[in-house]
């Protein structure tokens, strides 16, 4: 069952043509990459996806609602959740505080009900706190909790970034380049969270240069080129795809 | 859980009553004029905490605010409406037949008629919430300096215009204000007699807005405010609506500074245009940055000194330098404010062990 569904999309910079005409769809349950080298586009059609720009032409829906044209936060509300590629957590704020801003839509109390404390908030806020101490014990850093947030390792601040994202309850997760700065270790860790968090029942779309990451957890890639799409395929189909190595290893490889 | 919040408070407002029990005992009661005063000034700044420490925003127009809110329940409250009256406006008659308004006489004999001081707070209340929306949905799009000098452009509007404006008493300001009867024996103005009375009413609405701010913050908008001040694109990410929290915590603070005007106006008899002046927005910024920015007590506590120190005259004609210099300072060597400085990690970590 197709979750996301991206057509003919385009987003022009200026004279520079970022994304031209791509579509793919996500199916629900599935984790999808998009790869693609250095300014092919990926993080601004994750861009398009999360409303952070608007697109020049084309249609996003998910859910089979469109939700191109929509704010941030109101894409945040129909069920998709994201990262940031670099690290971006609420700082003065401790890992489960941050954690609990994700639990944001899931939540109501407003300005009077939170200045005059009103009973229905004290449930509330103690459902906040349950759900995301739990969500911190899935991504392994419970003990963590208190901890100021911007003063963990790179490592542990994305997966509190995961648990932030995971508190909304999202249908979907945007990652985008989840393994950006972590070593060898690291990123395995994160693969195996990402497959821990698909278990869940979460469908995962990710922006991705770790080629091993992609490789090993993806069960569809869509290759990116200078904003066009060149081929969407299993990662078995995407290491044989002619077009997908000349791309990213050169003419001279396929003739040899 | 429950109780153990409310020991701070109590603690606060134990101290507020010890302060006037030791002005009683040391003979030292004229100290109260400028201890109300100071509990004013401080609604404004708590208030300004919110903006600037919390939802991450700054504001220079906050005098502006404290002004309309003065200006507004002052010209309501002191302008003859008896000729209106005369010519049978059918909107006075309409609120004569409501009972809002009230009649006086003057030296001479001649009639008066003015708003009730209630009908005058409201209105000014919700005249300072309608302009604070409106400048605030176009201002807010900006950010740090650009939206300190839109913020401080509306403050020096609103100075010009009471200073210009024939019915806000140019110059002069305005002066007889009447006293503001909350109910039956209890009044807010500046009668000697009711010194004491009026320390109290001053102090209880501060202590009264300081839980409901402290209570919003350790709320889900307060963490929601945070963490637009920590990364606006990751709260928008989150599906929190900034623009709109942004939006309703400046005309949150912005009626608590006019709530302060009014209550101030009334208890000084009258205002002037130097309460709106750009200085008085500067040594509101001033003070919460010294208060530590996201810190609510240590505003408080540096909003009560500071203010009274100026009041009482420390300063004496160096007082807008002062908190001009304070400003700077801060911002150079202590950004995150003064009482900041983690003393109190170091204490827990000392009673603990660690």
Known sequence: ?256 | MKTQRFIPFFLLALVLAGLQFLTQITDTSYYLTQMTMTAYYSLVIIGLCLVMGYAGQISLGHAGFFAIGGYTSAVLTTYNLIHLLEKGNSFVLFLAGKGLLVNGENLYGESLLYVTPWLACILALVLTALIAFLIGIPVLKLKGHYLAMATMGFGIIIYRVVLAWEIMGEADGISDVPGFTLMPGITVNGDFSNRIQNYYIACTILLVAFILLQNLIHSRVGRALRAIHGSEEAADAMGVNTARYKLYTFVLSAVFAALAGIFLTHYNGGIGPSEAGIMKSVRYVAIVAIGGMASMWGTLIMASVLNFLSLRGLFGSYDDAVFGVILIIIMLFAPDGILRLHIWQRFKKFKTGK
């Open chain 1, 1 to 256: 069952m197709t979750l996301l569904d991206v057509k003919n999309v385009n987003k022009r910079f200026g004279g520079l043509q970022a994304v031209s005409d791509v579509s793919f769809t996500v199916d629900r349950g599935m984790i999808k990459a998009v790869i693609g080298p250095n300014g092919a586009g990926k993080t601004t059609l994750f861009n398009l996806i999360s409303g952070n720009t608007p697109l020049n032409s084309g249609t996003i829906s998910f859910n089979n609602k469109k939700i191109h044209g929509f704010k941030p936060y109101q894409v945040a509300q129909c069920g998709i959740s994201r990262t940031f590629q670099n690290i971006k957590l609420f700082h003065d704020m401790t890992a489960l505080e941050n954690v609990m801003v994700g639990r944001h839509t899931k939540s109501r109390a407003g300005f009077m009900a939170g200045m005059f404390h009103l009973p229905f908030t004290w449930g509330e806020e103690k459902e906040i706190r349950h759900k995301c101490l739990e969500l911190l014990e899935l991504l392994e850093i419970r003990e963590l909790a208190d901890v100021e947030a911007t003063s963990l390792s790179f490592g542990q601040q994305r997966a509190v970034e995961f648990a932030r994202a995971l508190a909304s309850e999202p249908d979907l997760l945007l990652l985008d380049e989840p393994a950006a700065g972590l070593n060898i270790y690291e990123t395995a860790e994160i693969a195996r969270l990402i497959s821990k968090i698909r278990s869940q029942g979460i469908t995962v779309l990710l922006v991705e240069h770790d080629m091993s990451l992609v490789m090993d957890i993806s069960d569809e890639i869509v290759v990116l080129s200078f904003g066009r799409k060149i081929a969407e395929d299993t990662p078995r189909e995407i290491q044989q795809n002619k077009e997908v190595i000349q791309i990213y290893l050169g003419d001279d490889d396929v003739e040899n």
